[in-house]
């Protein structure tokens, strides 16, 4: 037998072994190579959001958005954000003298109700405003089967009212003021179920100027639908005639969220 005895020859460097950027192939590394929980927040460049696809319209219910609830990221579906909100579905802005401010498919079986805010400036001092709807081939509704009451109250403290049981046309002020300044016709109306075929209500609330004292409008009207759905509507002065155009306007419809 052949005994060896053993020596301690001391410690060996062995150089760092690594791998640069270089030495790595483009697309080389897949998802099987990355560790779960390895990506932290510093690798993450800042557009990561802005560097995506846009979508150019309201998300639909199933869209789903990424949120961290209390430290833990989950997704979300749209539909759990919206609820009981407003969506802007269209509206119009009036900047030179128009006749008629339009604006057309705004309603629709998405939204059983909208909200309708407005301000109008009438060109001629004095001016009376005027409400149609209109169906979905743009065509004003324009049969005596308006009914509405409009009741309010002036800065002098008088009773003012609009009433009609049987109008082409649902009134809604006495003269209008021109004096931009002054602040125009400014006001909100809710419309319920304008979609569904049936009577449409709508309920207003508004104020104006008339030049000389301040009057509200509160109340509201119908039209007593015969089976055609109403997809917009139309303000306009009264008679429709250019002395009776609209200088200024700004119309904003939103949806509002069922549940």
Excluded at 1 to 13: E, F, L, P
Excluded at 55 to 73: F, K, W
Excluded at 158 to 174: E, N
Aim: aromatic share 8%; proline share 2%.
């Amino acid at each position: 037998y052949v005994v060896h005895q053993a020596k301690s020859v001391g410690t060996i460097d062995v150089p760092a072994l690594g791998v640069s950027t270089a030495s790595i192939q483009a697309d080389a590394v897949t998802e099987a190579k990355i560790a779960d929980d390895a990506i932290e927040s510093e690798h993450l460049n800042n557009n990561i959001i802005s560097g995506q696809t846009e979508l150019a319209a309201t998300p639909a219910d199933t869209d789903e958005l990424l949120i961290s609830d209390a430290g833990t990221l989950k997704r979300i579906d749209f539909s759990h954000l919206k609820s009981g909100g407003l969506v802007y579905v269209g509206g119009a802005n009036v900047s030179s003298s128009t006749t008629y401010v339009q604006v057309d498919g705004v309603f629709t079986s998405t939204y059983s109700n909208y909200l309708v805010t407005y301000r109008l400036v009438p060109v001629t001092n004095g001016n009376l405003y005027d409400l149609q709807f209109r169906d979905g081939s743009s065509n004003t509704l324009s049969a005596s089967e308006y009914e509405y009451s409009i009741n309010g109250f002036t800065s002098s403290n008088s009773a003012t009212f609009r009433d009609h049981t049987g109008d082409d046309k649902l009134r809604l002020t006495h003269g209008v003021s021109n004096t931009a300044s002054k602040g125009g016709l400014t006001g909100y109306m809710y419309v319920h179920e304008p979609d569904s075929g049936d009577r449409v209500v709508v309920n207003i609330h508004h104020v104006y100027d008339t030049g000389s004292e301040l009057r509200t409008g509160i109340g509201g009207g119908t039209y007593k639908n015969t089976g055609t759905a109403i997809a917009g509507f139309q303000f306009f002065g009264n008679g429709g005639t250019a002395d009776d155009n609209t200088a200024e306007a700004r119309v904003k419809v939103y949806g509002i969220v069922d549940s």
